[in-house]
């Protein structure tokens, strides 16, 4: 398996556009979780799907963010529009049964906004 | 609420040798999973190590074992032969009954050649 796949891997934007960040999850899994990293705040969860529905976008900054799970192997998080303040690491994560055997992360989209 | 503190902000030591990282975590639950996660420079999150609370039996992988004392609530990470690849920002996580992770603030551990 090819594990978690994030694209793209660097993001810069300019304030004001819209940002689409997409994960491809490991076959199988059932969870999906999608996070934000800084140094200001480290991890982040932002929202986590089971079996494609949401489940707790608590983590969710403001309406400008969005995410969606179409099927099982495909899932966005949208930003719009766009702030300096979003720049930041997103990570996408993926997990069978809840995660008690640990989460598998992609590696990372790196967002700057400009 | 359950939280995992990690009271080492940075840790350096010399190739080949033994290091030890602290974690400590509060929660109420008796069955849980721990997960040691390593950052290295690249940024890709990697699995670590990973411990049931219901097991004595401390886990082991490869030069990489923890030390879990359930009732002081306490699950330090102990890294062998330490590699210069072992450099890193380590994690450590606890997972909720909602299956979500809480996440210590991490500790960057330099190898030194």
């Known amino acids: 398996d090819a594990g978690v796949i994030q694209s793209p891997r660097h993001e810069v934007t300019e304030m004001g556009q819209e940002v689409t960040l997409r994960c491809k999850p490991i076959?199988?899994?059932?969870?999906l979780f999608w996070y934000r990293q800084t140094m200001m705040r480290g991890l982040e969860l932002l929202i986590y799907?089971?079996?494609?529905?949401?489940?707790?976008d608590s983590g969710m900054p403001e309406d400008r963010f969005s995410a969606k799970m179409p099927n099982a192997s495909f899932s966005t998080l949208k930003i719009q529009p766009s702030e300096p303040r979003d720049s930041a690491v997103y990570f996408c994560?993926?997990?069978?049964?809840?995660?008690?055997?640990?989460?598998?992360f992609g590696s990372g989209t790196r967002l700057t906004v400009v | 609420a359950q939280t995992v503190t990690q009271s080492q902000p940075e840790m350096s030591v010399q190739e080949a040798e033994t290091v030890t990282l602290s974690c400590t975590y509060d929660?109420?639950?008796?069955?849980?999973?721990l997960f040691w996660y390593k950052q290295p420079p690249s940024r890709q999150m990697i699995l670590v190590i990973r411990?049931?609370?219901?097991k004595q039996q401390n886990a082991t992988e490869n030069r990489f074992s923890v030390n879990f004392q359930k009732a002081a609530k306490s699950f330090s990470l102990k890294i062998s032969d330490s590699q210069l690849g072992d450099t890193a920002m380590y994690f450590c996580?606890?997972?909720?009954?909602?299956?979500?992770?809480?996440w210590g603030a991490g500790t960057k551990l330099i190898i030194k050649p």
């Open positions: 996580a606890y997972l909720d009954s909602n299956y979500q992770l809480i």
């Open positions: 076959s199988g899994h059932d969870y």
């Open positions: 994560a993926s997990s069978f049964r809840g995660g008690d055997y640990g989460y598998t």
């Open positions: 799907f089971n079996n494609n529905v949401p489940i707790d």
């Open positions: 411990q049931e609370a219901y």
């Open positions: 929660t109420s639950e008796n069955n849980y999973y």
